[in-house]
């Protein structure tokens, strides 16, 4: 097994899982953590319920949450060969950071639906939302006061990218002109930079600026396969419970509608034209839909795709092999089949 | 003039003020970095303006902005005879994570006037209210990752007390059984938290945890007078440009209308009737803002506003007299003589 001392080791076969180490067990301590984290009273002096904790339960504590950055935190963990357990702050960390954005994600575009529940400002109202929101950001910064300073340090820059990443994505709505830079900065706001953190974070904590540097490179390019395959997918319809073709729906400018429409003119013109509506009907969203699939735009997001997840991969280098970073190989390939 | 080290120092009739700070030069400086911050331009890849630096730039660079915090830390940073640009950012920070909460408080109260301007929720919507927020909450956490740890660690304490304050704020509206010690919640929260972390975060910076400890309490009791005095004010109408009554108004039970209701039984059955309609007429506010001044709670609540006034002045000790915090001083008598 693959150690971040030996690094000219042989490329082993996996060897077979015997470690004290259990992903599950280590799932199950994040979700205590938050829990616990989330379970403080808030002392009102009024006979009033403690809305904003519920509210941020309500939330992060959705059976919905796939807990995909914690994930990563604990695989990053192992391939360094420390006890996750010592990171599992910075992995609630991450999943409060990420929890918080959704929070106010949802205020800004008025849904619904999160995580199969009512989303918080449905159930609450905006100003419960806003300040769940605000309350889970800081407390998530709170858990990283026990760390080395580089690791908070990056984190609030991660939130400052998220959020110009999402006022982003607001302003592009709608604007097929939209570049492509402008949604590599969104889906790199919004993604690929908390992805990031959570190796570079892992780096940091073993106290190995290099190894910091790797992961979180593995993480961005990750994190905008991640979304491109999200993008697809909507297109596709691959993804259970969700609507297809939300992205045209929604006047989403995703990467396969603006490859379409900067390949074929005559269907940006189309949706351009479609765009200046204020809603869609089906019919229209389903053919414009199938019209940015027939210009061939799958093919081409799943080579920028595979592209970037052979980025991922060689950043992780000799740690493609590693306990818990193969895993991260793993789930590329998951990812790949979930639009091919 | 009384420096850290000696302590023992007699105390002087303030000197004339001979050096090379001024207050004016630092608020530029000030000014001048707000300006900064909010300056960078935002990669849109799309022909749209930049509303997120536009919103934050439109709450923090208001005229009205009365700069209390960055003032407080400089004052602070003179007792301790360092040059208050080496706070600088420390002083921007406090101000950033004020403005944060303006942003964030104008969506949650649906507020339409701050500074003398609309507010960003008014003027462009919730969305880049609660961006706007972030954005700016970020970039005040950013700047202080220049300094010490510790100084950030209590920041985003900070930031989890000012949003619980918040929460308990609304659901207290109406609320005349709201127990004194949640008023005390909210004002510590709301106001007391941050002015004292903005002495605390400078007897950090001096590397000095009794004087941190020292102003820390000082800002406490400093912003608990500062929240009793503007409760008052409220019901005497002496706030320009504010107007009277407000509390009654808006249902919130301030700390004057809770005393009334607490002395007087009939006025608290009046009130709490009152408070269950969904608005008011000028008549009734002004009616039963008269009745709750005829119970004596000015005098009651100027009592109570002279102790937390003593108390910020005892924490204070030698730097009663020093240069810089002998002006929070000379601040606290101009907050009584508001309200006497």
Redesign the interface.
Known sequence: MSTHMDKDATKNEAPAYQTNFSQGMFMSAVEEKIARVLGEE???????PE??IEAARHLCLAKGAKRIRPRLVSLYGEAMEISPLELLDISVAAEMIHAASLL?DD??DESSLRRGLETVNCKWG???A??A???V???G??LL?KYT?NI??TA??V??AM??A???E???RG?L???????Y?IAEGKTAKLFSWCGQAVGFYVGDEEIAARFEKCGKHLGIAFQMADDLRDLQGSDPGKERFSDIRNFNPSFPILKAASINSDLHQEISQSWKSAELSQDEVTRLGEAVLRTGVADITIEALELEIKQAIDALGPYQDAQGTMEIVNWTKLLLGSVK
């Open positions: 808030l002392p009102t002096g009024c006979e009033k809305v904003l106010h205020v800004v905006n100003k419960v806003v300040l929101g605000d309350l950001l800081s407390l910064f709170i006061n300073p908070h340090r609030v820059r939130v400052d959020t110009r999402a006022m982003l607001v302003q592009a604007c002109d939209f570049k492509l830079d402008g949604w900065f």
